[in-house]
């Protein structure tokens, strides 16, 4: 089965940084790209970075030039570097990989639980 847990969630002060974590287990193939989103009460999960296993990158726009995503095929694992941090960063953030469980199988996402990340004074 596979799983997918996060670390490296908590409070920061404005201008702060934060490094989450993303490790994948389980039984699996291959996984294609890796990324994060985050939510905040009342609102859709919204894109914010990925990774390709080739290590191509994508950003939305409020995390440009702010937060970096890297990968460790060999591990499994992704991480995102949050530079400095804003009172609208604070969010639940959720890491996702999508992944192809055997050879020739459709790959599909699995989720993270979920780490808070909390930006006030």
């Known amino acids: 089965q596979v799983q997918l847990v996060e670390s490296g969630g908590g409070s920061v002060q404005p201008g702060g940084s934060l490094r989450l974590s993303c490790a994948a287990s389980?039984?699996?193939?291959?996984?294609?790209?890796m990324g994060w989103y985050r939510q905040t009460p009342g609102k859709t999960r919204d894109f914010i970075a990925s990774i390709t296993r080739y290590g191509y990158t994508d950003y939305d726009d409020s995390v440009k030039g702010r937060f970096t995503i890297s990968r460790d095929n060999a591990m499994n694992t992704q991480s995102l570097q949050m530079n400095n941090l804003g009172p609208e960063d604070t969010a639940a953030y959720y890491c996702?990989?999508?992944?192809?469980?055997?050879?020739?199988?459709?790959?599909?996402?699995?989720w993270g639980q979920g780490t808070q990340v909390t930006v006030s004074k």
């Open positions: 389980g039984s699996m193939f291959r996984i294609e790209d």
């Open positions: 996702f990989a999508n992944i192809q469980l055997t050879a020739g199988a459709d790959s599909r996402n699995y």
